[in-house]
């Protein structure tokens, strides 16, 4: 049984920083692409970034120069350092991953339950 959880949302100020977590137990032979994805009330689900299991990178416009995403293979954890938050960035963050189980001859994907980022005054 493999569970991914996310940690580290909460209340900023525009200009505050978060880092958020996200850890992954189980059967989990090797994780490839990991991402960020995040929902507004009301609006659609968006890619806020990826990162590969050979550390190749990839940011929605709104985030670049602000938002870094890394991964620890050996933990199992996948980050998102959030920096200088705007109102807009106010949303529900869920991690995705890309996977391959032991016993198990392809690569398999599981969502997080989310955790919640807003940035207001």
């Known amino acids: 049984q493999v569970q991914v959880v996310e940690s580290g949302g909460g209340l900023v100020q525009p200009g505050g920083s978060l880092r958020l977590s996200c850890a992954a137990s189980?059967?989990?032979?090797?994780?490839?692409?990991t991402g960020w994805y995040r929902q507004a009330p009301g609006k659609q689900r968006e890619l806020v970034a990826t990162?590969?299991?050979?550390?190749?990178?990839n940011y929605a416009d709104s985030v670049k120069g602000r938002f870094t995403i890394s991964r620890d293979n050996a933990k199992k954890m996948v980050y998102l350092q959030m920096n200088n938050l705007q109102p807009e960035d106010t949303a529900d963050y869920y991690c995705?991953?890309?996977?391959?189980?032991?016993?198990?001859?392809?690569?398999?994907?599981?969502w997080g339950q989310g955790t919640q980022v807003t940035v207001s005054s």
């Open positions: 995705n991953l890309n996977y391959k189980r032991w016993s198990y001859s392809t690569a398999t994907t599981t």
């Open positions: 189980g059967n989990i032979f090797r994780l490839y692409a």
């Open positions: 990162i590969t299991n050979s550390d190749s990178t």
